[in-house]
Antibody, heavy 121, light 106 residues
Framework: EVQLVESGGGLVQPGGSLRLSCAAS????????MNWVRQAPGKGLEWVSL????????YYADSVKGRFTISRDNSKNTLYLQMNSLRVDDTAVYYC??????????????WGHGTVVTVSS | DIQMTQSPSTLSASVGDRVTITCRAS??????LAWYQQKPGKAPKLLIY???NLQSGVPSRFSGSGSGTEFTLSISSLQPDDFATYYC????????FGPGTKVDVK
């Protein structure tokens, strides 16, 4: 079964850091670009970051550029999101999502269940 | 940046109704558009990709059309399981989502 499972969310103070993980199974992880997408409480979906299958290309939304870093370990079938200098408006459910085909931007055919990040003092 | 808009923001409908949601892009995105369904507390689910292609396992009452800057998602006969929020996504240049359309009970 194709599956994505996020972990690492929690409560953090403004200015703090958090590292999210997304464990993948059921497909050839290294063959697909992977994404982080977030959803603030009661709001819509916001794409955060993409990393290509090989890890050679990364892209970020302007709202997180310079603060968040996406990475992956294809030997462990795991995607990461290092979040630094967190702000209250980073509070959201963070989903990892697999592109349907290819190494770059595409439709997202598999999503994890999400992990909740709360930034509050 | 490519801006995505959706209309209406909320749609009230009854079981059996035909429902149409519109998504517009601020510039041409060819057919690089997807549609998702999201229910409260759940992850989004891919319904349509490349504007009109039905994702495997999605009921045939869902259909997508359009190209360039205007796209539609149609549900031919609304079922109880279809009350949800629907999002469009462009993946022509980077990617981004529309603000969503909530389909609720009339």
């Amino acid at each position: 079964e194709v599956q994505l499972v996020e972990s690492g969310g929690g409560l953090v103070q403004p200015g703090g850091s958090l590292r999210l993980s997304c464990a993948a199974s059921g497909f050839t992880f290294s063959s697909y670009a992977m994404n982080w997408v977030r959803q603030a409480p009661g709001k819509g979906l916001e794409w955060v970051s993409l990393m290509s299958g090989t890890g050679g290309s990364t892209y970020y939304a302007d709202s997180v550029k310079g603060r968040f870093t996406i990475s992956r370990d294809n030997s462990k079938n795991t995607l990461y999101l290092q979040m630094n200098s967190l702000r209250v408006d980073d509070t959201a459910v963070y989903y990892c999502a697999k592109v349907s085909s290819g190494f770059s931007f595409n439709a997202f055919d598999i999503w994890g269940h999400g992990t909740v990040v709360t930034v509050s003092s | 940046d490519i801006q995505m808009t959706q209309s209406p923001s909320t749609l009230s409908a009854s079981v059996g109704d035909r429902v149409t949601i519109t998504c517009r892009a601020s510039q041409s995105i060819s057919s690089w558009l997807a549609w998702y369904q999201q229910k409260p507390g759940k992850a989004p689910k891919l319904l349509i990709y490349k504007a009109s292609n039905l994702q495997s396992g999605v009921p045939s009452r869902f259909s997508g059309s359009g190209s360039g800057t205007e796209f539609t998602l149609s549900i031919s006969s609304l079922q109880p399981d279809d009350f949800a929020t629907y999002y469009c996504q462009q993946y022509y240049r980077y990617t981004g989502f529309g603000p969503g359309t909530k389909v609720d009970v009339k």
